[in-house]
């Protein structure tokens, strides 16, 4: 297994884990001119421009395969089984401005003779789409969606055409082929994303699902593995309440039966990540004002796990969907939580400072975090990690240097196992760093004082590391079950008591009849007889809060310490009565 490194040292590949040494299957590219490089997606090939030329090479037996005169090339991408290579590079016009230059190029990468030019002026979305096995290929051209079928691109075999498409997404997966597009709203009409399965787009009912929203001016469509479902996050550029600088984002569910949703998210704010599961059974979304929530929902879009809350704004599921880390990279801190899916058990939480790209090693086990340019032209470097927590090797590059790019070399799905989790860190050769603490400002009139822990936010724990009333101990999701229930029976049985009592109660005696001026339940001694009301009322609100937790609601911390109160108060009352 390689990694390529691109950046002003040049562009070379570097073995491992477990050896961390420059690869010999590339020879170092040196100089500052190489602005692009990709993998295809086996590994087999890779391809990468220097300024000059666009260069193809199988990594697998280190021979060249091609070399194209695209100098100006900053796009490079494969189809998915190595038949295409596409490239694209800035569009520009001829010089009577007449007419454009074809600047996207498909490549046979057999043969090394261009296919087909197009012309494609925008560098968002440039690459046509496949489907896996290369059936099918579209891209969107003047609002409308192209299919060209078995890489024959000088007819297209099929289009989708619908009032301003601006964006669609190609199903995973084999046969049935599925697409999904999205049109903005325009003239107070709603903006809406449809489903259609390939080739059947004419007539009223051809969309497999439909789902409309006022809310939004750009949308991110999500496939999941299986092609059953796609998560749509709408936002808008305003958030016209001015809750958020970042706009208002929504999160919905549309599933290729036709059904659909919004996901309901219980903290308001920006959504910054949504990922699925390769199960293609769940989903994980990223969310609310900081300090962010971060929650499991199923394909009812009900909540499965909730993690809590916490300094993130990303998710990444490992390969084989058994191990999920939380992250808070960009303007936050670096740290991860990595997650045991299954169990819903923390098993590390590294810190990886000032990284801006991560990404999954294709055996499930290692991680990759960088620091690159231009987004940071500081401390640039990479790392890779076992999701243990330890730092298996480490490259810093010169201060006067930058890093721009690194990426796992591809592997096919199954090539490497599924292992079992471990909780053990790995023993490493790279000495442990530890994070350095910046100690907060004390005015000099506080400084010979004690220091006071105040935290402009409090961090809500993962839902099986609540406290529980006369508990302290993490729950199991089985055993937070069965809590539930037991709650809720308790607060059923009790509510069928108070009823029956009050039947029960004596009719109230008439106005005539004279009264005993102390009732039963007073003690004469009107302070007495003020705690003893108090009390009450105290024993009251907790089991009003007592049934709200057993309906799913979750409690606030302060909530949760009246509930574990309530057996000193029950006593106090028992005692004063007895007093009686």
């Not at 075999?157 to 619908?162: E, F, P, V």
């Not at 903005?184 to 009912?205: C, E, I, M, T």
């Not at 939580?337 to 499930?364: H, M, Q, R």
Request: glycine content about 6%; some cysteine.
């Amino acid at each position: 297994m390689v990694r390529s490194v691109r950046g002003s040292e040049g562009l070379y590949m570097v073995n491992g884990p477990p050896h961390f040494t420059e690869s010999t299957v590339f020879p170092r590219e040196s100089g500052k001119n190489c602005k692009t490089c990709t993998f295809s997606k086996d590994g087999t090939l890779f391809a990468w421009g220097n300024g000059e030329k666009i260069n193809v090479i199988n990594v697998t037996n280190k021979g060249q395969l091609h070399s194209f005169d695209l100098p100006k090339t900053v796009c490079l991408e494969f189809s998915p089984k190595n038949t295409v290579l596409a490239t694209w590079q800035p569009y520009t016009t001829s010089k009577d401005d007449t007419a454009g230059i074809p600047n996207l190029q498909l490549y046979d990468v057999k043969t090394g003779t261009c296919l087909k030019s197009f012309i494609q002026k925008k560098m968002q979305n440039w690459c046509p789409s496949w489907s896996e096995d290369e059936t099918l290929c579209a891209r969107n051209v003047n609002n409308e969606v192209h299919f060209f079928e078995n890489n024959n691109f000088n007819t297209f075999a099929s289009k989708l055409h619908l009032k301003k498409i601006n964006d669609f997404v190609l199903s995973p997966g084999p046969q049935p082929y599925k697409v999904a597009v999205y049109v903005p709203g325009s003239k107070g009409a709603p903006s809406f994303v449809r489903l259609y399965q390939y080739p059947n787009f004419d007539g009223p009912h051809a969309a497999l699902a439909n789902k409309s929203f006022f809310k939004a001016d750009k949308v991110t469509m999500l496939w999941n593995k299986k092609a059953t479902a796609v998560l749509v996050i709408a936002s808008t550029e305003v958030d016209k309440t001015g809750a958020s600088y970042y706009g208002e984002q929504t999160l919905h569910y549309i599933a290729t039966n036709g059904e659909s949703a919004v996901v309901q998210l219980p903290k308001n704010g920006p959504i910054y990540d949504v990922v699925w599961n390769s199960s293609s059974t769940e989903f994980c979304a990223v969310y609310g004002f900081m300090p962010a929530k971060a929650t499991v929902f199923n394909l009812k879009c009900d909540p499965v796990f909730d993690f809590g809350t916490g300094p993130r704004n990303a998710a990444y599921y490992s390969p084989h969907g058994h191990i999920l880390v939380l992250a808070g990279f960009g303007n936050l801190r670096g740290q991860m939580e990595v997650w045991d899916v299954k169990n819903y058990k923390l098993i590390s939480k590294p810190v990886a400072s000032d990284s801006t790209y991560f990404a999954w090693c294709p055996d499930g086990e290692h991680i990759l975090t960088a620091t690159c340019a231009p987004r940071l032209r500081v401390n640039n470097g990479y790392k890779i990690w076992h999701y243990t927590g330890s730092v298996l090797h480490k490259y810093d590059v010169p201060s006067n240097a930058e890093l721009w790019q690194v990426s796992w070399q591809p592997f096919l799905d199954g090539i490497f196992p599924e292992k079992a989790i471990t909780y053990q860190a790995v023993p490493s050769d790279v000495p442990s760093e530890e994070p350095k603490v910046a100690t907060a400002y004390r005015p000099p009139a506080l400084r010979n004082k004690p220091v006071t822990n105040s935290k402009l936010h409090e961090e809500e724990p993962p839902q099986n590391m609540k406290p529980q009333p006369g508990n302290e101990k993490p729950l199991s999701k089985t055993a937070l079950k069965n809590q539930r229930k037991h709650e809720a029976k308790k607060a059923a049985k009790q509510e069928a008591r108070s009823d029956k009592s009050s039947d029960m109660a004596p009719t109230p005696a008439p106005q005539s009849a004279p009264r005993n001026t102390i009732s039963q339940s007073t003690s004469g001694d009107p302070e007495i007889d003020k705690k003893i009301k108090n009390l009450k009322k105290k024993l009251k609100a907790i089991e009003q809060l007592k049934e709200q937790a057993a309906t799913g609601k979750q409690l606030e911390k302060n909530q949760l310490e009246k509930i574990q109160k309530e057996k000193a108060l029950l006593q106090e009352l028992e005692d004063l009565e007895l007093g009686i």
